[in-house]
């Protein structure tokens, strides 16, 4: 087949890029390496969109969860990927969970049979030098592509080792007993939100890490080595009791405005995205479990009703510093025939993958047509996923992240945490109406009964 678009990787974002710029016309080629001799550590077929971990979408409440709030704008557009969720989801309460294995199958069918595709069992070993392309191999890219895609941008512009912080809500923070302020109140002074610990409350931390229950690395992760720069908080708290107040919860430099003093010990938080609504837990990279994580860091004194927006871990993955390499439809600037889409843009989760992956072609389809597509409001969750990839991050920092509200612009006065979000989700749904009307986009009704 002569095509109009190559798409690389056959996960859930490629497959949905393959779909949406089949449906727009354009002939596709889907290279896609499993099942022509290559496969990786974490799959066990050559099925497309093949959900290696969780089985879940989700939330599908859109009512008053960011989550829901996509999984309704992306039915809107017409998502392959969530017709087949819908088509076999499996008893989960509100979430959506889906039979991964009839998931897959139902993805895998669709992609193949439609006449404007031709699936490649093939192993792409370097960025094509011309070419609409979009590049959709996710945290699992093959060594050879990476090295290519590592000369295009920049070895330090990706990333093999996933390190994540936990990040918070700013809002949820008690600023009772937190205090902005910058070491030696440096830069302008009020750079970070500190939380102070006295002797008492940093010991029964550190024991609390030490106790608490951690994840075991993947066997496909186990060859991948910690780096000093990346060490699991509570690898350093095995360390020795001082060896956090000596490094990230140093209190050097930081006077308590309740005391006028330093205290004992401090957890800083660095503004994580544009909008100041998230804030990064510095050094608070872990393998404790999520239960753990939530218990434990919420005995960090003004962060005892934190709500969190990601909780930390670490793992292997490779995605590249998309708010500095990316332009505003996802192109590479130094290359911009080649689009990225899924988790290599520093997306977070199936689902976000998947989106990323339908704005990508959205956005190809429109250049290959000679026309204009213009991305949704950041009002939206599609808007508000796609500008923190493209520019809303913070380059230097930049950590995969789930759709959350706090990409969002905020919604400002006082007011319950659940009339807040559903505030969220009727202004998403009135600007994703009115943009789509504007737009003159295709909506196509797949709301499940």
Not at 28 to 49: C, F, N, Q
Request: hydrophobic share 40%; charged share 25%.
């Amino acid at each position: 087949m002569t095509y109009n678009v190559h798409i690389i990787g056959g996960g859930l974002a490629g497959s949905e890029a393959a779909w949406q710029l089949a449906q727009a016309g354009l002939k596709v080629r889907l290279s896609e390496m499993r099942g022509g001799g290559d496969t990786t550590p974490a799959h066990e077929s050559d099925r497309l969109a093949e959900m290696v971990c969780s089985n879940s979408f989700r939330s599908d409440d859109a009512a008053s969860n960011a989550v829901g709030l996509l999984h309704q704008e992306m039915r809107r557009l017409g998502s392959l990927i969530m017709r087949c969720a819908d088509e076999h989801r499996v008893p989960a309460g509100s979430a959506l969970a889906v039979d991964r294995e009839l998931f897959a199958q139902s993805v895998t069918d669709a992609v193949a049979n439609h006449p404007n595709i031709e699936i490649a069992r093939e192993r792409i070993d370097a960025l094509p030098e011309s070419g609409m392309t979009i590049v959709a191999t996710g945290p699992l890219t093959g060594s050879a592509l990476a090295e290519s895609i590592a000369a295009a941008t920049g070895r330090d512009a990706l990333a093999f080792f996933d390190a994540i912080a936990p990040i918070v809500h700013k809002d949820s923070i008690d600023f009772d007993v937190a205090w902005f302020q910058s070491r030696w109140d440096k830069g302008d002074g009020k750079d970070y939100i500190n939380c102070p610990m006295d002797k008492s409350q940093y010991e029964a931390f550190i024991q609390a890490l030490n106790d608490g229950e951690k994840t075991e690395f993947k066997d496909w992760e186990k060859d991948t080595p910690y780096f000093e720069g990346c060490m699991p908080i509570e690898v350093m708290a095995e360390r020795g009791i001082d060896t956090l107040r000596h490094g990230p919860m140093k209190p050097v430099g930081l006077d308590d405005p309740r005391t006028g003093r330093w205290p004992h010990a401090v957890v800083q938080l660095r503004q994580d995205n544009a909008l100041g609504t998230l804030w990064n837990m510095v050094g608070f990279q872990t393998k404790l479990k999520y239960g753990a994580q939530t218990e434990i860091f919420r005995k960090i004194p003004g962060l005892e009703k934190a709500e969190f927006a990601r909780l930390g871990g670490i793992h292997r993955n490779s995605f590249i510093r998309s708010p500095e390499l990316l332009d505003s439809e996802l192109r590479l600037k130094s290359m911009p025939h080649i689009r990225f889409a899924g988790q290599i843009t520093g997306c977070e989760g199936y689902l976000e993958s998947a989106a990323v992956g339908l704005m990508a072609a959205r956005f190809a389809a429109a250049e290959a047509n000679g026309e204009t597509f213009v991305a949704p409001p950041v009002e939206t969750a599609f808007g508000a996923l796609l500008g923190h990839i493209t520019g809303g991050a913070q380059a230097d920092t930049y950590q995969p992240m789930n759709i959350n509200f706090g990409l969002m612009p905020p919604i400002e006065g006082k007011m319950k945490k659940a009339v807040r979000r559903l505030k969220y989700t009727e202004r998403a749904r009135a600007a994703f109406a009115d943009w789509s009307e504007r737009q003159g986009v295709s909506i196509k009704a797949l709301e499940p009964a």
